[in-house]
């Protein structure tokens, strides 16, 4: 049994974890007081600014670079 140690790595699964959370919040601008709010996944689309249920996803780095090519 030589695979005990790797199969129990408690701090393998806590980098998953902020991984994990980081690539599934999404930057929305409000369509109101065009501030940025930042919302994972399952949260309700709100400004938490202003209160307006209308948002747009902001344009990220990647959409510009596949853009230009
Ligand atoms: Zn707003």
Same mark, same amino acid.
């Given at each position: 049994m030589s695979a005990q140690g790797y199969s129990g790595n408690p701090a393998v699964q806590v980098t998953n974890q902020l991984v994990d959370n980081n690539s599934r919040s999404v930057e929305y601008l409000c369509g109101d007081c065009d501030s940025v709010v930042a919302l994972k996944r399952g949260?309700?689309? @709100? #400004? @938490?600014? #202003?209160?307006?249920r209308v948002l747009y996803k902001q344009r990220t780095n990647r959409m510009v670079q596949f853009e230009a090519r």
């Open positions: 949260e309700p689309i @709100r #400004c @938490r600014n #202003c209160g307006h």
